[in-house]
């Protein structure tokens, strides 16, 4: 009786040891979020301070994720798909001249607008008037 428990004690904790260190070195190789990797978004913040702030976010193609408003104003807001080189020519130019327009955002309130939307030109914020807003835009390359 003596032998046979020895036994089984000597199993489990042999077992226990081998499940031990078959798991000590492994990583977590799972993706913990809903996008793979390669496929995160890029994001920039844009606080409107005083006057107008247009500017090229991002040159070529890619996809327009969100819109995050963080604080309200009277900002009156267009991301447009830059169909013309105007504006990755020139990042000082007030606009494209000829532009698809992705998103428009008039008297927002504060929360996240989700486009999901692809441009294949650039993606270029415009701000059509208004001011004293902040917010984030998600976009992948």
């Given at each position: 009786?003596?032998?046979?428990?020895?036994?089984?004690?000597?199993?489990?904790?042999?077992?226990?040891?081998?499940?031990?260190?078959?798991?000590?070195?492994?990583?977590?190789?799972?993706?913990?979020?809903?996008?793979?990797?390669?496929?995160?978004?890029n994001?920039?913040?844009?606080?409107?301070?005083?006057?107008?702030?247009?500017?090229?976010?991002?040159?070529?193609?890619?996809?327009?994720?969100?819109?995050?408003?963080?604080?309200?104003?009277?900002?009156?807001?267009?991301?447009?798909?830059?169909?013309?080189t105007?504006?990755?020519?020139?990042?000082?130019?007030?606009?494209?001249?000829?532009?698809?327009?992705?998103?428009?955002?008039?008297?927002?309130?504060?929360?996240t607008?989700?486009?999901?939307?692809?441009?294949?030109?650039?993606?270029?914020?415009?701000?059509?008037?208004?001011?004293?807003?902040?917010?984030?835009?998600?976009?992948?390359?």
């Amino acid at each position: 009786m003596k032998k046979t428990n020895i036994v089984i004690f000597a199993s489990l904790a042999l077992a226990l040891i081998v499940i031990y260190l078959s798991l000590k070195g492994r990583e977590n190789t799972l993706p913990l979020g809903s996008v793979s990797v390669t496929s995160e978004y890029n994001a920039t913040s844009t606080p409107f301070d005083t006057g107008q702030t247009d500017g090229l976010i991002q040159t070529g193609y890619g996809t327009l994720g969100s819109l995050i408003i963080t604080s309200t104003g009277d900002m009156v807001i267009s991301l447009l798909d830059a169909t013309t080189t105007e504006a990755a020519v020139r990042p000082s130019a007030r606009r494209a001249t000829s532009s698809a327009e992705l998103a428009r955002i008039d008297t927002a309130t504060v929360g996240t607008y989700v486009f999901d939307v692809s441009f294949v030109d650039g993606l270029y914020l415009d701000v059509v008037s208004g001011a004293n807003g902040t917010t984030t835009i998600t976009y992948r390359k």
